[in-house]
T-cell receptor
Framework: AQSVSQHNHHVILSEAASLELGCNYSYGGTVNLFWYVQYPGQHLQLLLKYFSGDPLVKGIKGFEAEFIKSKFSFNLRKPSVQWSDTAEYFCAARRGDTGRRALTFGSGTRLQVQP | NAGVTQTPKFQVLKTGQSMTLQCAQDMNHEYMSWYRQDPGMGLRLIHYSVGAGITDQGEVPNGYNVSRSTTEDFPLRLLSAAPSQTSVYFC???????????????FGPGTRLTVL
């Protein structure tokens, strides 16, 4: 079965620091990849997604992610975080070659940005 | 469009009680899913549906039933609630497309359930 791993469970950064959150998936075929963000008390919102094409994907709020097929990775990055980026971040994957349409999520990374 | 709506937002049950979590979407999406979110475990798929009359089990289906009689609604039933079902439940939907099509999954606001 497909799995998604997020190895950083809790990250604490100061404002203006650079961010990189790791995400690895296990499926070797065609895969669709997503990063979602959940702000405190709110539901999940899509940050960015990768389906095909340019492996460097730019999303909302200055976030980007790079798909590296050889490493089965889809790490999320932001050059300079803000206090408002404090949230929980989830990586998710879906097989791109089957009829299954539900996502497999990682366990999440809680980001705390200190002013 | 209201998007994906869920009711109730909060619910407290006693062990053994039954209840139904409601989920509706007005985007005419074929695919709908239920997830539960627990600390340190991310979101886990409970059940999903690829269209009216079609449902299938996800990763953690035990203790939950679903049905999909209409495109719009996808209720989740707990027949006999247990403390292990204390969680936040999210419903999601997306439209069908060719495999790999860049369709976004939309999430509802969630239902926070506590089972005593």
């Amino acid at each position: 079965a497909q799995s998604v791993s997020q190895h950083n469970h809790h990250v604490i950064l100061s404002e203006a620091a650079s961010l990189e959150l790791g995400c690895n998936y296990s499926y070797g075929g065609t895969v669709n990849l997503f990063w979602y963000v959940q702000y405190p008390g709110q539901h999940l919102q899509l940050l960015l997604k990768y389906f095909s094409g340019d492996p460097l994907v730019k999303g909302i709020k200055g976030f980007e992610a790079e798909f590296i097929k050889s490493k089965f990775s889809f790490n999320l990055r932001k050059p300079s975080v803000q206090w408002s980026d404090t949230a929980e971040y989830f990586c998710a994957a879906r097989r791109g070659d089957t009829g299954r349409r539900a996502l497999t999520f990682g366990s999440g990374t809680r980001l705390q940005v200190q002013p | 469009n209201a998007g994906v709506t869920q009711t109730p937002k909060f619910q407290v049950l006693k062990t053994g009680q039954s209840m139904t979590l409601q989920c509706a979407q007005d985007m005419n999406h074929e695919y709908m899913s239920w997830y539960r979110q627990d600390p340190g475990m991310g979101l886990r798929l409970i059940h999903y549906s690829v269209g009216a009359g079609i449902t299938d089990q996800g990763e953690v289906p035990n203790g939950y039933n679903v049905s999909r009689s209409t495109t719009e609604d996808f209720p989740l039933r707990l027949l006999s609630a247990a403390p292990s079902q204390t969680s936040v439940y999210f419903c999601a939907s997306r439209r069908a497309g060719i495999p790999g099509s860049p369709d976004t999954q939309y999430f509802g606001p969630g239902t926070r359930l506590t089972v005593l």
